[in-house]
C-alpha cells in the first residue's frame, strides 16, 4: 500500500477506486476483516469513492462471510457499488489447495437472501433494524449517505 503514490496520475484523472474483495478459501482463506482496513487506507489516502470490482466467496462459511461483507458495506458509506462474480476464477485455478468457488448464489437460498439484502440496501438503503438485522430482511428503512448513493455511477 505505501508504493501506490508512486503510480497516482491525480485527482483530476480518478473518480473512483477499484478493488477485488474474493475469499478464495483454503489456504487464502480472508475474512471481511482482513480486507476493511486496506479499503479504509485506501480511501483515506487518496480520498475517492471505491468500488468493488468484483466479490465471491468459497461455498464453506459463505452465509458469515456475506452477511458481514453486508455489515461492513453499511459502515463504508464511501463504497458505492459491488460487483458480485460468479464466473470461474483465475485467480483459484493457480492456486493449489483454494477453497471451493464453484457453487452459484442462485441455488443456494441462505446465500441469495444476503446478497438480496445487500442489493436490496444498494437501491434503497440500509436496514435501519434496532437489532442490526442483516440476514436479508425484507423490510429495508433508506438511510441517507449510504453506500446506496451511485450518483457517481450515473454521469
Given at each position: 500500500?505505501?508504493?501506490?503514490?508512486?503510480?497516482?496520475?491525480?485527482?483530476?484523472?480518478?473518480?473512483?477506486?477499484?478493488s477485488?474483495?474474493?475469499?478464495?478459501?483454503?489456504?487464502?482463506?480472508?475474512?471481511?476483516s482482513?480486507?476493511?482496513?486496506?479499503?479504509?487506507?485506501?480511501?483515506?489516502?487518496?480520498?475517492?469513492?471505491?468500488?468493488?470490482?468484483?466479490?465471491?466467496?468459497?461455498?464453506?462459511?459463505?452465509?458469515?462471510?456475506?452477511?458481514?461483507?453486508?455489515?461492513?458495506?453499511?459502515?463504508?458509506?464511501?463504497?458505492?457499488?459491488?460487483?458480485?462474480?460468479?464466473?470461474?476464477?483465475?485467480?483459484?485455478?493457480?492456486?493449489?489447495?483454494?477453497?471451493?468457488?464453484?457453487?452459484?448464489?442462485?441455488?443456494?437460498?441462505?446465500?441469495?437472501?444476503?446478497?438480496?439484502?445487500?442489493?436490496?440496501?444498494?437501491?434503497?438503503?440500509?436496514e435501519?433494524?434496532?437489532?442490526?438485522?442483516?440476514?436479508?430482511?425484507?423490510s429495508?428503512?433508506?438511510?441517507?449517505?449510504?453506500?446506496?448513493?451511485?450518483?457517481?455511477?450515473?454521469?
Open positions: 500500500m505505501r508504493n501506490l503514490r508512486l503510480y497516482w496520475p491525480g485527482n483530476k484523472y480518478v473518480d473512483a477506486l477499484g477485488t474483495v474474493i475469499n478464495f478459501g483454503g489456504k487464502k482463506l480472508y475474512a471481511i482482513d480486507f476493511e482496513p486496506r479499503l479504509r487506507a485506501l480511501h483515506r489516502q487518496f480520498h475517492k469513492p471505491l468500488l468493488i470490482t468484483e466479490t465471491n466467496t468459497q461455498y464453506g462459511g459463505r452465509v458469515r462471510w456475506l452477511r458481514d461483507f453486508r455489515q461492513m458495506l453499511r459502515r463504508t458509506p464511501w463504497i458505492k457499488a459491488v460487483a458480485w462474480s460468479q464466473l470461474p476464477s483465475r485467480g483459484a485455478a493457480q492456486m493449489r489447495q483454494a477453497g471451493d468457488l464453484h457453487w452459484d448464489v442462485q441455488r443456494d437460498a441462505a446465500s441469495a437472501a444476503v446478497l438480496r439484502g445487500i442489493i436490496r440496501d444498494g437501491l434503497e438503503g440500509p435501519a433494524s434496532p437489532q442490526g438485522n442483516v440476514t436479508g430482511g425484507d429495508p428503512t433508506r438511510i441517507p449517505g449510504s453506500f446506496a448513493d451511485t450518483s457517481i455511477l450515473h454521469r
